[in-house]
């Protein structure tokens, strides 16, 4: 405990959310659909609804906020609450609902970290093509452009959460919708039109002079070798490029670098896959690559890769992840089980080394990177109510305390060297839906019964608060 005086006054020590995982309601007050909730009907696994029914239960989530020593909290806006078809009019009862949201939030100390998109497309332009879609940009940044004009009382603002994510996920791996896989142009062009998108908003928002502060959010997944072999290495290398390097250096270069082109070159000769980059896109990205104020760090764990000379399969099942499945991915090449890491309930490697690993190297090779703070970390679980629950049971999550130590730990030698890592935000508040997992993934400090919806505190909550008191007020 100790260990965290070393933090500076007002590091932000927050719960994450996201608004299609935690608000529930999804068919209430105009909401539109957004890209997941036909493809979740016909899937028939689980329901977006009620998830942790957040639209109405808010301000319970943020009392057990401000009474277990968080001061911030992650939300997300839903864009199809204000604009159902993610453009036209906006609806007044979703405008009311973010500005009730952010009023309890605000009223009980605990600053809101807004992104605008998390994983939740409007239906309307996901048909059209999403990220793909250039015209779609346009009503991305008409859409931040209105919350910024509404929402003045939220000063610190992310554009997008986790742009590889969705690439990755929508068009490689082919967990999210449209479920593409292997498609490389795709996946490709929707990381180079979502920094476009990124970068546009970006401008926007430092050209109009708003009052706050705005960055976005990358997931990054560093990459090993395993084993070590100078053919796995540039495995590696190339699986870094297309899932980390690419997306770095358009967000904090404005260019992608002669070394980070070639890997993905490779990869795209590979694949017989092209990127299709606009006369005026890379002058987009470099204005705003001195703006960002800060960077949102999601870390989960690192994969391990092996050179692999054959075609493209993945044996995804819905629950694993590329790290532990076996993810052969041709001119890139295969993600290998390292037997020396522990692994998660979900084969998810755990890796503190990892986090500081990622850090220091963000922190070297991008200096316009200003300020960092831990978006999402955290350990996804099978938790169960205990027999005879009564109100004021404690869930016990040993394993979740042990791993955000480890990783807490992690941060603070990060900065112990130098990195100007501010804050951590754990994945999640309070038990939420998980988009490929439904409601069994649980990685909340307070436990939600999905049944009726009541909160019980875990034991990391409790570990948590008492962090919190440690550090510096
Ligand atoms: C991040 C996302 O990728 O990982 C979250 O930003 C997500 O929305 C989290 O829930 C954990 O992933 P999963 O699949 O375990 O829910």
């Not at 112990?416 to 490929?436: M, P, R, T």
């Amino acid at each position: 405990l100790n260990r965290v005086q070393s933090l500076p006054k007002g590091f932000i020590w927050g719960g994450a959310t996201a608004a299609y995982q935690v608000e529930g309601a999804t068919k209430v007050d105009g909401k539109g659909k957004t890209m997941w909730d036909d493809y979740l009907q016909a899937q028939g696994r689980f329901s977006p609804d009620p998830a942790s029914d957040f639209y109405h239960r808010y301000p319970e989530d943020i009392a057990l906020s401000k009474k277990y020593g968080l001061n911030a909290i992650r939300l997300s806006i839903a864009w199809t609450r204000i604009f159902p078809k993610g453009y036209g009019e906006p609806v007044q009862a979703g405008v009311d609902y973010y500005h009730r949201l952010f009023k309890e939030c605000l009223d009980n100390g605990i600053t809101p970290y807004v992104s605008l998109h998390h994983f939740d497309s409007p239906k309307t332009l996901f048909d059209d093509g999403d990220w793909l879609n250039r015209k779609n940009i346009d009503y991305f940044v008409d859409y931040a452009k209105f919350c910024f004009d509404e929402f003045k009382e939220v000063k610190n603002w992310f554009t997008i959460n986790e742009l590889i994510s969705l690439a990755f996920s929508q068009y490689i791996q082919g967990n999210f919708p449209p479920n593409h896989h292997f498609d490389v142009t795709s996946a490709i062009q929707a990381q180079h039109n979502e920094l476009l998108a990124h970068a546009r908003v970006v401008n926007l928002f430092k050209d109009g002079g708003y009052d706050g502060r705005i960055g976005l959010i990358h997931v990054l997944q560093p990459v090993y070798p395993y084993p070590v072999t100078p053919e796995n290495q540039h495995a590696a290398d190339l699986d870094d490029a297309f899932m980390n390097a690419f997306l770095l250096d358009g967000t904090f270069k404005g260019e992608y670098t002669p070394k980070t082109m070639k890997l993905i070159n490779e990869i795209l000769d590979a694949n017989d896959a092209h990127l299709d980059i606009q006369l005026g896109d890379m002058d987009i990205l470099k204005k705003a690559s001195t703006r960002n104020d800060f960077f949102g760090l999601n870390y989960y764990q690192p994969s391990f890769f092996a050179a692999y000379d054959g075609d493209s399969t993945n044996t995804f099942n819905g629950t694993g992840t590329k790290g532990t499945t076996s993810f052969k991915f041709k001119g890139v090449g295969q993600a290998v089980k390292n037997p020396d890491i522990p692994t998660t309930d979900w084969d998810w490697n755990i890796d503190p080394e990892g986090l500081y690993d990622i850090l220091k190297r963000v922190s070297i090779e991008y200096p316009n990177i200003k300020e960092i703070f831990i978006t999402e970390n955290g350990l996804g679980m099978k938790e169960d109510l205990p027999e005879g629950v009564t109100d004021d049971t404690i869930i016990d999550d040993p394993k979740r305390i042990d791993f955000v130590d480890q990783h807490v730990a992690a941060l603070l030698k990060a900065r112990s060297e130098g990195v100007n890592v501010n804050g951590y935000f754990i994945w999640s508040l309070q038990d939420q839906f998980s988009w490929a997992n439904g409601y069994n993934k649980r990685y909340g400090l307070f436990f939600v019964d999905f049944t009726n919806q009541k909160r019980y505190v875990k034991k990391s909550a409790l570990w948590y608060k008492e962090l919190a008191d440690t550090m510096p007020k």
